[in-house]
């Protein structure tokens, strides 16, 4: 019995003392181990390897305010159209005045004063398309237009923009909007043979007042025409409300012929009735003049093929010195309506501005501009 006690106190000695040594081993190899490395991460993540922070979900939406009790729980927004005028100051020579200030304008829409919110000259590239008449009508009228044609070409500054679109039945287009004046003459120089006598005016201009409205800022149509139209699918109405309605264009008007039916009619006279087929050309002389007038721009009837250089340099001039006037209608509906536009020019005063040579003469002077333009109608 009393071996097997001592048996069982070496025991419990050896077991003690076995786990004293564990306990010293284990602080000695404490001492003697590097310690671990920092925990990387973002902050306030502790360990080895960082554990990514719980996305915290997002607020909640603000409520909207409701509106006080008893009024509407809606907002109106009203757009005042912006209205964009281009206007020409010449002399009675065609010569254009500048240096004016905004101060000197004064414009009218329906006869109410406006505000103008911003003036300045353009002086940027021009964006133009050259539409011509190319129809087998008679060689005279061919000629006019190619010589226009190439006076207009001439004009050009390395930076402007010309398309060339001709027309007969249909309009072609020639060459698309470049600056490489050699490309605007190649293209006049491939008009050949004409296919056609039959010229579609009408229908020519609209489809051209339809490309370029797509095209941003100030444009201008140089049209180089007889301004006989022989079957168009629309009417001289619909060409006016369409050149109405794009208020940022510019038509510039060069009839053709004028000098071979003057010929014509002082040698021949109404013998060879003459006299009668002109009432054709005035009356479309007279749609080229509405259509130059209603847009800003200028119209020009030759009587002399040396007059087409001179024509063309004017066009150029009146393109390069013109004013843009803008202001906000203080007519805000959006109704599809046309309002009429003028444009006066005073001096200080408030006065007509009087102008006068290097002799000190008083010159004879008018304002070129648009006469109007056609509201938006609203989309419900």
Partial sequence: MMGMILGSSRLRAIALGAAVLMVVSGKAMTQNEPPPPEAGGPQNQQGPIALPKLKQPPPPPPQPKRAPEGTSDYSLTVNVPEVTVDALVVT???????????????VFED???????????TEAPITAVLLLEFAARNYYFMNDMFNGAYSFAQSLRPQ???????????PHIITDFTQDKREVMGAIRSLMIPGFSETNEYDALIDTLDRVDR???????ILI??????????????????????PDVTIFTVATGRAFLEWMDAHYGSNFGVRMSEMDFLQGENQLRTFAQLTGGQYYFPRFEAEMPEIFRAISASIRNQYVLTYHSTNPKQDGTYRKIKVEVVGPDGQPL?????????????VVAREGYTAKRQVE
């Fill in 225 to 246: 025409s007889s301004g006989l139209d022989t079957f168009s699918k629309h009417t001289f109405d619909e060409t006016m409300k369409k050149v109405k309605a794009t």
């Fill in 111 to 121: 006869g109410v004063p406006q505000t103008l919110t911003s003036f300045n000259r």
């Fill in 92 to 106: 009675k020579d065609g010569q254009p005045i500048t240096g004016l200030k905004g101060g000197n304008f004064r």
């Fill in 160 to 170: 402007d923009w010309v398309a060339v679109v001709s027309y007969d039945m249909k």
């Fill in 215 to 221: 095209i941003p800022g100030r444009k201008y149509i």
């Fill in 354 to 366: 009087k102008v006068t040579n290097e002799k000190g003469k008083p010159v004879k002077y008018e």
